[in-house]
Nanobody, 124 residues
C-alpha cells in the first residue's frame, strides 16, 4: 500500500507560480507511475499530468501544457508539479495518485492510491 501526502497549495494571483509536492511512503515508489489530477468546484475530476516510473516520459493535459511541469525524485519518494502562469481556471483541489502499470495512463480509474488533496486558488 502507498500513502501519498500533497503539500504546496495556496492562494496566488493570476500569472503567479506554485510548486506542489507529493511525498509517498514505502520503498517501491520508483515502481509506480505518478499522476496529478484536479477537481474544480462543480466539475468532474480531470487529468493534469503524469510521469513514468523513471521520469523519462511525461504527459500533460492540453490546458496546462507549456505552463506546468511534472517531475519526480525517486531517491526522495516525491513527485512535483511546478505550476507557472497560473490562471483563475486552474483553481481546484489538486491530487496526486499512483499507478502500478508500466504504461502511463491519464484516466483516474487507472490509479490505485490517492492523496488527500491540496487546494490551489488563483485570484484574478
Amino acid at each position: 500500500q502507498v500513502q501519498l501526502v500533497e503539500s504546496g497549495g495556496g492562494l496566488v494571483q493570476a500569472g503567479g507560480s506554485l510548486r506542489l509536492s507529493c511525498a509517498a511512503s514505502g520503498r517501491t515508489f520508483s515502481s509506480y507511475t505518478m499522476g496529478w489530477f484536479r477537481r474544480a468546484p462543480g466539475k468532474e475530476r480531470e487529468f493534469v499530468a503524469a510521469i513514468s516510473r523513471s521520469g523519462g516520459n511525461t504527459y500533460y493535459a492540453d490546458s496546462v501544457k507549456g505552463r506546468f511541469t511534472i517531475s519526480r525524485d525517486n531517491a526522495k519518494n516525491t513527485v512535483y508539479l511546478q505550476m507557472n502562469s497560473l490562471k483563475p481556471e486552474d483553481t481546484a483541489v489538486y491530487y496526486c495518485a499512483s499507478d502500478r502499470s508500466t504504461i502511463v495512463r491519464t484516466t483516474h480509474e487507472a490509479y490505485d492510491y490517492w492523496g488527500q488533496g491540496t487546494q490551489v486558488t488563483v485570484s484574478s
